[in-house]
């Protein structure tokens, strides 16, 4: 074990050593017009009119601010109360607490360092200090759409991405509700976020822009400073690995390593309240319209379109999980259409943006069925006690939904394809075969990321303050033993 400390803290000085010397290096997007003003010849010429200042959009940037607080609406209080109602009543105060505690702690984080590693140029793995305390940012800083000359402020960006990064990390606790200890969750989220959400979401998302393409050369630079997953091409519209599939393997990580809870499989672990799970899944369901719409960036046609999808696909996904469950035990059930929604919205999200209304229709009514099973046959299979089926639902829907996005995104499918910055246009060209290849190294590269990233946090976490909670501690219930405090009054 203390090998494997010792390996990690080299890592980790690597990594940070790496990115503070990229701190106060040029970006590269800035080095050819370095070197063009260095070539130029000495004669006297007049000189080039000052480029505009980018304006914020103002429209887009009301839609970003709506959608950034409809995020936190499905995080707190939509996820906070349906894992809640899924525990037993003596632990739902203890998910309360996990689900707003750490959603604070990731949003200080974000500001301090998060957003600078992750949406600056670096290296095609992690990005650069040159943000740290949002350095350099003001009220006029602007940050790129996906359309040319079209932006909005940095703090926006800035805002909307803290909150996806708080909802992941959130996420996880689910898998082992009940039976961890509150420092330790806070502890491990912060290593996880810092170690497998930063580099997942800088190899997926960042890129210079699309006002730094202007021609095929330009194009080269972009995808050479971008990261490595965006350069191999794959498409995530708002998460599907960057969200769903890297909690879900986190969360089953965590399952296999801290154990079952005691009493697994003995005694009844029940939900306690259907009726507070199903108000959660309606303000997961709400809220997730700007998580998806909203990652579009723009109030435009694509933000309708993932706007659309996500009604459908949701819907589709509730009517699929509880007719199967209907099939196979006799009864529809409350939990049953809560789960299937929230199958859907996972499903549905790396691919709201690129697959057409009858699509997503078909990645919701497959995502209802696949979760089912997730939940049920898979998680025998694989005999971790996922508290809150966390990989049964994000881990499958999220997998199918990637794999998907190259299916549906196809033109010829109803899908809008991939655009050509270069061309301005969408490219005519889409081989289904190829982009569901790029999908599966982009869903691959994850599960394996954030697999060892999670186990070493765990064990770091285990090793210095412990995992668990004693049994005595989690047969009296988190809310009492954690907090002091119960949900209820009795």
Excluded at 7 to 21: D, I, K, P, R
Excluded at 123 to 133: E, H, M, T
Excluded at 193 to 212: C, E, N, Q
Excluded at 413 to 437: F, K, M, R, T
Aim: charged fraction near 10%; charge should be neutral; proline fraction near 4%.
């Amino acid at each position: 074990m203390k090998k494997v400390l010792i390996t990690l803290l080299l890592g980790m000085g690597l990594f940070l050593g790496t990115t503070a010397v990229r701190a106060d290096s040029t970006t590269p997007a800035a080095k050819p017009a370095a070197t063009a003003t260095a070539a130029a010849p000495a004669a006297p010429a007049a000189a080039p009119a000052a480029a505009p200042t980018p304006v914020p959009n103002k429209g887009d940037t009301a839609w970003m601010t709506v959608s950034t607080v409809l995020v936190i609406l499905m995080t707190i209080p939509g996820l906070a109360l349906f894992y809640g109602g899924l525990v037993r009543s003596k632990n739902m105060l203890s998910l309360l607490m996990q689900v707003f505690v750490v959603t604070s702690l990731i949003y200080v984080l974000w500001a301090i360092y998060g957003y600078s590693l992750a949406f600056t140029a670096g290296n095609p793995f992690i990005g650069s200090l040159d943000k740290l305390f949002f350095k350099g940012m003001t009220p006029d800083s602007v940050a790129a759409t996906f359309s040319k000359g079209v932006y909005i402020p940095d703090f926006t960006f800035a805002a909307f991405q803290a909150t996806f990064a708080a909802i992941t990390c959130t996420l996880i606790v689910g898998s082992f509700a009940e039976r961890v200890k509150f420092s330790a969750v806070v502890l491990f989220c912060a290593l996880w976020f810092t170690f497998s959400y930063l580099p997942i979401s800088h190899m997926v998302w960042y890129w210079d822009g699309p006002d730094a393409i202007t021609d095929a050369a330009s194009l080269d630079v972009v995808t050479a400073n971008a990261g490595w997953l965006w350069a191999k091409g794959a498409l995530d519209f708002a998460g599907g690995t960057v969200v769903h599939i890297n909690a879900a393997i986190a969360g089953l990580v965590g399952a296999y390593v801290i154990g079952k809870r005691t009493g697994y499989g003995k005694e009844s672990m029940a939900p306690h309240s259907l009726t507070l799970t199903m108000v959660g899944a309606s303000l997961l369901w709400v809220g997730w319209f700007g998580f998806n719409a909203g990652s579009n960036l723009e109030a435009n046609g694509v933000a309708a379109l993932a706007f659309m999808n996500t009604l459908v696909a949701t819907a589709a996904a509730a009517l699929s999980w509880i007719g199967a469950e209907a099939l196979l035990k006799g009864k529809a059930s409350m939990l049953g259409a809560a789960s299937g929604a929230v199958a859907g919205l996972v499903a549905i999200t790396p691919a709201c943006g690129f697959v057409g209304p009858m699509g997503a229709i078909i990645i919701g009514l497959l995502a209802g069925v696949f979760c089912l099973w997730g939940v049920t046959g898979l998680k025998k299979m694989l005999g971790a006690d996922d508290s809150l089926d966390v990989f049964g639902v994000h881990g499958v829907g999220g997998i199918l939904g990637a794999l998907l996005t190259g299916v549906f995104a196809s033109p010829d499918l109803g899908g809008l394809g991939i655009y050509d910055y270069v061309a301005n246009a969408a490219n005519p060209e889409y081989s289904i075969s190829g982009q569901v290849w790029i999908q599966l190294q982009a869903i691959v590269t994850t599960l394996i990321w954030s697999g060892v990233v999670s186990y070493i946090a765990y064990k770091i976490v285990d090793i210095t303050i412990g995992l668990r909670v004693t049994e005595e501690e989690e047969r009296e219930g988190l809310d009492i033993s954690s907090h002091g405090e119960t949900a209820y009054n009795r």
